[in-house]
């Protein structure tokens, strides 16, 4: 089934603004609003900005317009929230036109070439964005500096004292084989979701039952032997059903183990935020998702790279990528990876928002003082600093925490 491309998110966001400040941006229109609803309270606003005077002469949208005000916006910008619009109406249009061609081709009509031109040049103009001043950018952010960004937490305390996540961004995490890179994916999406977040969570490389035997473990605090082999008491068994009733039925937590295209992974994240919403995607790994092009591995994986990030810009969602690290980092004294281990492609790096590894060195090194202690370390941040977070790795349970100090 194709989804027809728009944003209640974005549409709400700027009819909340219309209505507080009586204003439109010269650029939005009737038909930048897909739902109904929505576009039924622009025309209204169009004639009158006061949203008192446009209830009392529309009674019967009063309920419409509560919705539309308690709808949980993005804290996206007004800007990227227009610029979603307008390229959501660009696609609906483009839509419209390529199947009224489509139709006078199948009907053998006469077709005017250098008309459709005309029609595709001015549907291209109408997106064009217009210049804006400096001036205008900084006190736009000045009148809303006592705004607090609404950044997205990992329930990791030492990770949050540095970490920044905002909806749009792309974070790459990536570490050697054995680090505990699915663990801590699984880790970071349970706590999410215990933090009231929607996840969404594409495994490429493990089947769905590996991943429950690992979140059983996880949330049970039974060891993964004790899973895979079965050997689980019946004490076991009450406790972990306990454990699901209790904390795992009610989050918002989806998970797929089918091997992707990014078209495919596409069309089921904007499926599932039209339906449900989604503030977090994350997917395992990147060097998995299918492509059907004839370019290098190399030009392929940063193509991937780049659209996921436009994906994230496109849809106000996080995307968590895992990736691959190159054999040279074993090679070297110091195994902490840094940003050119990024395997395949440098415009992985050039596209993350923020690039973050997994080290544990107790992995290399058998008389480690640091047993069972996992080092999450952000390498590039675009909107905050660089640094590392020490976490307590529990490999019998899968479990990851904060570390008692």
Known sequence: MEIIPYSKNAE?????????????????????????????????????????????????????????????????????????LLLNRKRRKLIEFSEELASKVYSREKIDIQEYQSKLTKLDDTVAKESES??????????????????????????????????????????????GKTAFQLQLGLNFAF??????????????????????????????????????????????????????????????????SFSAI??????????????????????????????????AIGEVSRKLKEMAKELDVVIILLSQLSRKVDER??????????????EIEANADTAMFLYCDDYYNKDSEEKNIMQVIVRKQRQGQLGAAYLYFEKETQKIKDLAR
Do not use: W
């Open 12 to 84: 709400s966001f700027i009819l909340n603004g219309i209505i507080t400040s009586q204003s439109i941006d010269e650029r939005v229109d009737s038909d930048c609003f897909h739902i109904p609803m929505h576009k039924d309270i622009f025309i209204e606003l169009e004639r009158n900005r006061n949203i008192e005077v446009v209830l009392e002469n529309r009674p019967e949208l009063t309920e419409n317009v509560k919705a539309v005000m308690m709808d949980d916006l993005p804290i996206g910008t007004k800007e990227h929230n227009i610029e979603l």
């Open 134 to 179: 400096f001036y205008d950018l900084c006190l736009s952010y000045i009148e809303n500096i006592d705004v607090k960004p609404d950044f997205l937490r990992t329930n990791f305390k030492d990770l949050d004292r540095f970490l920044y996540i905002e909806r749009s961004d792309l974070i790459m995490l990536a570490a050697r084989p054995s680090m």
């Open 195 to 260: 933090l009231n977040y929607k996840v969404l969570a594409f495994s490429l490389e493990m089947k769905n039952g590996q991943l429950a035997q690992r979140l059983i473990a996880n949330i049970a605090g039974i060891t993964l032997d004790k899973i895979r082999n079965k050997n689980i008491s019946d004490e076991d068994k009450q406790k972990l059903t306990s454990r699901l009733e209790t904390h795992i039925k009610k989050l918002h937590l989806d998970i797929s183990d089918r091997n992707y």
């Open 266 to 299: 596409k069309k089921i994240v904007m499926k599932q935020k039209q339906e449900k919403g989604i503030d977090v995607v994350m997917i395992d790994f990147l060097q998995l998702i299918a492509t059907n092009t004839k370019k290098s591995k190399n030009d």
């Open 333 to 346: 004294i110091d195994k902490r990876p840094i940003l050119s281990d990024l395997r395949d492609s440098g």
